[in-house]
């Protein structure tokens, strides 16, 4: 077998080349990671699938000393685990709380309030305006800080500390460690604040603290990891989304008129735009426990497999013309959220989260574009997720 480096493509307006060619002729293919280690990279659906629900396949055990990875830990290794880490300590209901919609009965009013703000401000300041900065990141960031229970103003110092937890190295490099003990040196201040915080999860949090069943088994430094933890993959994952389907709207105009016309369609509109989206930058990765076969390939234990979800959501044995975005798609079982246990747990958040930003931006700037040819849009090198800088857009 050829064994190609992985990561693909950073851009995120081009399905890698290689998606589709593996899929078909190797969708079990031998890579190599940035950091040298050998890995098993699966693109199609079915096979994706398979590995994401087979616990024999651990996303913990990926932080493992001595284990093949995709780059260097740039957070703690009890952060990977993030998870389980809510699951044995009895955090998982609080958390879980937080991730509902449904537990916020004025959610879906202040998220629609916080982005006609931010649009009344890129209106104010005037055509051309970076999408990402003006919209895309303090949408995201603030829904964030009001599921944490944090000042929404303080969003931008969470984000920047993102910019470095996420980067890729195929080296540990020396701002990593204390980025992630500075924003958790943050977190940890607010949850044992005097007054205790009373809103979002470190409300909940701190009633947790108080209570005997559960402050002997639980300190601060988990309490405060879970919550930054969750900020983190949280925060970026929905803005970076966000800004992906932003991209496929402003190229394909006639998809957001069909919005303008149809806002019914908004919620199967945003699946559809979750599965050909592009900003999962690197694959999901799993440790095998065992030896199991994978297609025609034996992975054996202790091997690293990473599952190429751009690959599976692409497959055309399970979505006819993939390619094409097509918001009549009746069956849409994208692996955008993953599957299995690690399943994400914010998905229905993340849905409410990109249909009301995206029935305000068609609704609001009918005339959106992109300011500048999108082979000039500059991605992100080495991030976890494919993320351009700047979104420069017209309206």
């Known amino acids: 077998m050829t064994e190609l480096t992985f990561p693909l493509s950073r851009r995120g307006d081009v399905l890698p080349e290689e998606a589709n060619r593996l899929r078909a002729e190797q969708p079990v293919a031998r890579v190599r990671t940035m950091t040298g280690d050998p890995a098993w990279l699966v693109s199609s659906y079915a096979l994706a699938k398979q590995v994401l629900e087979d616990e024999r396949f651990s996303l913990k055990d990926t932080a493992n000393p001595g284990v093949p990875r995709q780059y260097a830990l740039t957070i703690p290794p009890e952060v990977v685990n993030n998870m389980g880490n809510i699951n044995s300590a009895g955090l998982r209901n609080a958390v879980m709380k937080t991730l509902s919609p449904r537990a916020d009965k004025e959610l879906d009013g202040w998220l629609q309030a916080e982005a006609h703000r931010l649009i009344d401000a890129l209106v104010g300041q005037g055509a051309p305006a970076d999408l990402r900065d003006g919209f895309a990141e303090p949408y995201s960031a603030a829904l964030h800080c009001r599921l944490l229970g944090l000042p929404v103003d303080d969003w931008r110092r969470l984000m920047a500390g993102i910019d470095v937890a996420f980067v890729t190295s195929p080296v540990p490099f020396e701002g990593a460690a204390p980025n992630w003990y500075k924003d958790l040196g943050y977190l940890r201040e607010r949850l044992v604040a005097d007054?205790?915080?009373?809103?979002?999860?470190?409300?909940?949090?701190?009633?947790?603290r108080r209570s005997p069943d559960v402050s002997?088994?639980?300190?601060d430094e988990l309490l405060a990891t879970v919550a930054l933890s969750l900020f983190g993959a949280g925060a970026v994952s929905t803005s970076s989304f966000l800004l992906h389907a932003v991209l496929h709207l402003v190229r394909q105009p006639e998809l957001a008129e069909r919005l303008r016309e149809e806002p019914a369609l908004t919620a199967r509109a945003v699946d559809e735009l979750l599965r050909v989206n592009l900003s999962i930058g690197d694959a999901l990765p799993r440790i095998a426990l065992a030896d199991?076969?994978?297609?025609?390939?034996?992975?054996?234990?202790?091997?690293?497999?990473?599952?190429?979800?751009?690959?599976a959501n692409h497959d055309p044995a399970v979505f006819p013309e993939p390619e094409r975005i097509d918001f009549d798609r009746a069956d849409n079982p994208h692996l955008a959220f993953g599957a299995g246990r690690h399943f994400c747990p914010a998905s229905a958040l993340g849905r409410t989260h990109a249909e009301i930003a995206i029935t305000a931006l068609v609704e609001r700037l009918p005339g959106l574009r992109l300011a500048l040819p999108v082979e000039q849009l500059a991605w992100r090198p080495g991030f976890i997720k494919r993320l351009p800088e700047r979104l420069p857009v017209l309206w």
């Open 292 to 311: 199991v076969r994978v297609g025609e390939v034996l992975v054996k234990a202790g091997e690293l497999v990473l599952v190429l979800v751009e690959g």
């Open 216 to 219: 002997d088994r639980v300190d």
């Open 195 to 208: 007054p205790a915080p009373t809103e979002g999860l470190l409300g909940r949090f701190a009633e947790l």
